[in-house]
């Protein structure tokens, strides 16, 4: 019986909307599992929504309607989407479903039986964006340590796990399965924070109601966490198909971001080992999708929705970008610079003109018939050895989750069919009849590289690999072929190819930047004020009304919690330079203690790049980042000015060490 394979991705919260972050973990784990399937697996693909908590419950409450009907709304977005995106998951749960309640129930009881449980009170931060509790000592500026949301200050009776007992039997499993929590940086952290001290965890609500009622105690809701986590087992038939249960747990990999990995490889395992059921195989987690420096995010702003560009450009190109452009387990930026370049040069010119300059060849010389080799041609055998590296090379990096370098290596095989064709000049050989011969065994070289290509990119492009095994005359389905057995050679000579539309149509970059970036400049032009501020997004604070009260400089008064929301930190500069075509502009690089950042300020006509460098400034380091002339600036400079508008930037009475807060 063939091996099997369970695969998890999250379950997304329905507080919003899908984003490019989502569409990217399901999109990879459709990756996985397609490339599982085509290595003879009995894979099963796992997603779904969260759909209680308090976050849920908000976003319900903001939109006037009740959590239910904000469920039902967003999850047929998360549908949508992944049908558009062709997933090909076997199941998708909702935590609002009665198998899942039915499941979480039955994780609890037998929990609850091995002593695990006690009622006691809860008092500390709440910080509803990540549905998590902090610690006092974490919380920093009244905000969560982890991703900087508002926490809340909350006191009330909750039911507690025993997770200190599991502080023990955590370690010994992290050390016996070095496998379990994959990248190595991700297993460092988890590892580290286990041996930090594990405290009992709260796992119910009374001061909530959207969530699945406590046996025994229906005043308490469980924590949306506990809830969540269960939904890998529940969708199984936990506690009521225990053949499909036995079938599939534990599973094989758990696919997240790094944002949920101590939730996955702390707190789950503990559960389960509580339960006495098996531990999933591993916990992998991926990089952010960053755009201008700051995680994609609902809250945050700053969101790129996948919808516009796969109407655009088509659906395997943003599969395709995905996979390539990040490094897996690394953070990633995005932009449509980036995008549009890749699928230019990767997809329209390496792979789709390499395909129509083939196929038209075939028409044009062998009368569209795949051609036959002649025994005498030897030319072929260095691209027969790099297809056999380009498959062994591709399995191995797929299987190590190295999913860009695996992809690398195939456009590294393409770039030898380009060069193989312009070596090999077909076009002079069909001029001549003494070397007649050549022609068809260079074709078919070729298409036979064309279909080994097709195989190895339709884990990740499955609709362009049809196209492609289509246009070369190939039937069956080439998205259940088998990644173990490609061997050279299978394309049968005298079949008719079918030359069709180019398979990646060029997209013209300059022409669908000119919108966007027409109204990018004519918002940051107008903020190039002294200090280079940028100008205020869409969602930022309204404007104070003329009836507030009136401070010392004429201004609206604010109260000390709205100044503290503006993060203002020592910061030393370590380059300087001009803003080519803007005479204001200085480009600054500044260590603000956590890193280097560029900032943009607007002082160039009093002070010399090169008399900067070194000086302490004030910066406000929390500020939306924004592109002036061209430069993503992450921040603003303070300076005073005077009656002209000239700048006198503000810096510390003593040296002080980048970083510290400024109040
Ligand atoms: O955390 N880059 O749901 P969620 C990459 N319901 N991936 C991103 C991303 C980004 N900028 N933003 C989001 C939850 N993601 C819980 C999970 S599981 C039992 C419960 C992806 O809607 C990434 O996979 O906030 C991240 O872990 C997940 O979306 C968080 O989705």
């Given at each position: 019986?063939?091996?099997?394979?369970?695969?998890?991705?999250?379950?997304?919260?329905?507080?919003?909307?899908?984003?490019?972050?989502?569409?990217?973990?399901?999109?990879?784990?459709?990756?996985?599992?397609?490339?599982?399937?085509?290595?003879?697996?009995?894979?099963?693909?796992?997603?779904?929504?969260?759909?209680?908590?308090?976050?849920?419950?908000?976003?319900?409450?903001?939109?006037?309607?009740?959590?239910?009907?904000?469920?039902?709304?967003?999850?047929?977005?998360?549908?949508?989407?992944?049908?558009?995106?062709?997933?090909?998951?076997?199941?998708?749960?909702?935590?609002?479903?009665?198998?899942?309640?039915?499941?979480?129930?039955?994780?609890?009881?037998?929990?609850?039986?091995?002593?695990?449980?006690?009622?006691?009170?809860y008092k500390g931060w709440y910080c509803t964006s990540c549905e998590s509790?902090y610690p006092e000592n974490q919380i920093v500026d009244g905000r969560c340590?982890?991703?900087?949301?508002?926490?809340?200050?909350?006191?009330?009776?909750?039911?507690?796990?025993?997770?200190?007992?599991?502080?023990?039997?955590?370690?010994?499993?992290?050390?016996?399965?070095?496998?379990?929590?994959?990248?190595?940086?991700?297993?460092?952290?988890?590892?580290?924070?286990?041996?930090?001290?594990?405290?009992?965890?709260?796992?119910?609500?009374?001061?909530?109601?959207?969530?699945?009622?406590?046996?025994?105690?229906?005043?308490?809701?469980?924590?949306?966490?506990?809830?969540?986590?269960?939904?890998?087992?529940?969708?199984?038939?936990?506690?009521?198909?225990?053949?499909?249960?036995?079938?599939?747990?534990?599973?094989?990999?758990?696919?997240?971001?790094?944002?949920?990995?101590?939730?996955?490889?702390?707190?789950?395992?503990?559960?389960?080992?509580?339960?006495?059921?098996?531990?999933?195989?591993?916990?992998?987690?991926?990089?952010w999708w960053l755009r201008d420096a700051l995680k994609i995010s609902k809250?945050?702003?700053?969101?790129?929705?996948?919808?516009?560009?796969?109407?655009?450009?088509?659906?395997?190109?943003?599969?395709?970008?995905?996979?390539?452009?990040?490094?897996?387990?690394?953070?990633?930026?995005?932009?449509?610079?980036?995008?549009?370049?890749?699928?230019?040069?990767?997809?329209?010119?390496?792979?789709?003109?390499?395909?129509?300059?083939?196929?038209?060849?075939?028409?044009?010389?062998?009368?569209?018939?795949?051609?036959?080799?002649?025994?005498?041609?030897?030319?072929?055998?260095?691209?027969?050895?790099?297809?056999?590296?380009?498959?062994?090379?591709?399995?191995?990096?797929?299987?190590?989750?190295?999913?860009?370098?695996?992809?690398?290596?195939?456009?590294?095989?393409?770039?030898?069919?380009?060069?193989?064709?312009?070596?090999?000049?077909?076009?002079?050989?069909?001029?001549?009849?003494?070397?007649?011969?050549?022609?068809?065994?260079?074709?078919?070289?070729?298409?036979?590289?064309?279909?080994?290509?097709?195989?190895?990119?339709?884990?990740?492009?499955?609709?362009?690999?049809?196209?492609?095994?289509?246009?070369?005359?190939?039937?069956?389905?080439?998205?259940?072929?088998?990644?173990?057995?490609?061997?050279?050679?299978?394309?049968?000579?005298?079949?008719?190819?079918?030359?069709?539309?180019?398979?990646?149509?060029?997209?013209?970059?300059?022409?669908?930047?000119?919108?966007?970036?027409?109204?990018?400049?004519?918002?940051?032009?107008?903020?190039?004020?002294?200090?280079?501020?940028?100008?205020?997004?869409?969602?930022?604070?309204?404007?104070?009304?003329?009836?507030?009260?009136?401070?010392?400089?004429?201004?609206?008064?604010?109260?000390?919690?709205?100044?503290?929301?503006?993060?203002?930190?020592?910061?030393?500069?370590?380059?300087?330079?001009?803003?080519?075509?803007?005479?204001?502009?200085?480009?600054?690089?500044?260590?603000?203690?956590?890193?280097?950042?560029?900032?943009?300020?607007?002082?160039?006509?009093?002070?010399?790049?090169?008399?900067?460098?070194?000086?302490?400034?004030?910066?406000?380091?929390?500020?939306?980042?924004?592109?002036?002339?061209?430069?993503?600036?992450?921040?603003?400079?303070?300076?005073?000015?005077?009656?002209?508008?000239?700048?006198?930037?503000?810096?510390?009475?003593?040296?002080?060490?980048?970083?510290?807060?400024?109040?």
């Amino acid at each position: 019986m063939a091996r099997k394979f369970y695969l998890t991705t999250p379950i997304y919260y329905v507080n919003d909307v899908p984003h490019i972050g989502h569409a990217y973990t399901t999109v990879l784990a459709d990756v996985i599992a397609r490339f599982h399937r085509m290595l003879g697996k009995d894979v099963f693909l796992l997603t779904g929504t969260d759909e209680h908590g308090q976050s849920v419950e908000r976003a319900a409450q903001a939109k006037g309607l009740k959590p239910m009907e904000l469920a039902n709304q967003v999850v047929e977005r998360f549908r949508g989407l992944w049908r558009t995106l062709g997933i090909s998951h076997n199941d998708f749960i909702r935590t609002t479903e009665e198998r899942h309640r039915r499941g979480v129930e039955r994780l609890y009881q037998k929990i609850l039986a091995k002593g695990d449980i006690y009622k006691d009170a809860y008092k500390g931060w709440y910080c509803t964006s990540c549905e998590s509790f902090y610690p006092e000592n974490q919380i920093v500026d009244g905000r969560c340590p982890d991703q900087g949301h508002k926490v809340d200050w909350t006191e009330e009776e909750s039911y507690f796990f025993r997770l200190s007992k599991y502080q023990e039997p955590l370690l010994k499993h992290f050390a016996d399965h070095r496998e379990f929590v994959f990248p190595e940086s991700r297993r460092n952290e988890v590892v580290s924070f286990v041996q930090s001290g594990l405290k009992d965890l709260s796992i119910s609500r009374s001061s909530l109601t959207w969530g699945i009622p406590l046996p025994g105690d229906p005043k308490h809701v469980f924590y949306v966490w506990f809830d969540a986590l269960s939904n890998y087992i529940t969708a199984l038939g936990y506690g009521s198909d225990r053949k499909n249960y036995a079938r599939y747990w534990p599973a094989d990999m758990h696919l997240v971001g790094k944002d949920i990995i101590r939730f996955h490889a702390v707190y789950w395992p503990a559960f389960l080992l509580s339960a006495d059921e098996p531990l999933p195989r591993r916990v992998v987690a991926h990089g952010w999708w960053l755009r201008d420096a700051l995680k994609i995010s609902k809250s945050r702003g700053g969101t790129v929705d996948p919808v516009p560009l796969i109407e655009a450009f088509g659906v395997d190109p943003v599969r395709y970008f995905l996979l390539r452009e990040m490094v897996f387990g690394q953070d990633a930026n995005y932009s449509d610079e980036a995008f549009i370049d890749r699928v230019n040069t990767d997809l329209a010119n390496d792979l789709g003109n390499l395909t129509s300059r083939a196929l038209k060849m075939i028409e044009d010389y062998c009368g569209g018939k795949v051609p036959k080799t002649d025994p005498r041609f030897r030319g072929d055998e260095p691209l027969k050895k790099a297809a056999q590296d380009a498959v062994a090379g591709f399995v191995k990096d797929f299987e190590e989750l190295d999913f860009s370098s695996g992809l690398a290596r195939v456009w590294g095989f393409v770039g030898l069919l380009n060069r193989f064709i312009v070596q090999n000049e077909p076009w002079k050989l069909a001029q001549d009849p003494g070397r007649r011969w050549a022609l068809g065994s260079v074709l078919y070289t070729v298409a036979e590289g064309l279909r080994i290509v097709a195989v190895l990119v339709a884990p990740v492009m499955p609709q362009s690999a049809s196209g492609l095994w289509k246009r070369l005359g190939l039937s069956g389905d080439v998205t259940t072929a088998s990644l173990a057995h490609i061997h050279w050679g299978e394309l049968k000579p005298g079949r008719p190819i079918a030359r069709g539309e180019s398979l990646f149509p060029r997209i013209d970059k300059a022409e669908y930047l000119k919108d966007a970036r027409a109204g990018k400049e004519a918002r940051t032009d107008a903020a190039e004020a002294t200090t280079g501020a940028p100008a205020p997004g869409p969602d930022a604070p309204p404007a104070p009304e003329a009836a507030a009260p009136v401070g010392a400089a004429g201004t609206a008064e604010i109260a000390i919690d709205e100044f503290g929301r503006v993060d203002l930190r020592t910061a030393r500069i370590v380059a300087a330079e001009r803003v080519q075509g803007a005479d204001k502009l200085l480009k600054l690089t500044v260590d603000i203690g956590t890193g280097t950042r560029t900032i943009v300020a607007g002082i160039a006509a009093r002070y010399a790049p090169e008399s900067l460098v070194g000086k302490t400034i004030v910066v406000v380091a929390n500020l939306r980042p924004a592109k002036l002339r061209g430069v993503v600036s992450q921040g603003m400079l303070l300076a005073a000015s005077d009656a002209s508008g000239q700048p006198y930037i503000l810096t510390t009475e003593e040296p002080v060490p980048p970083g510290w807060k400024v109040k």
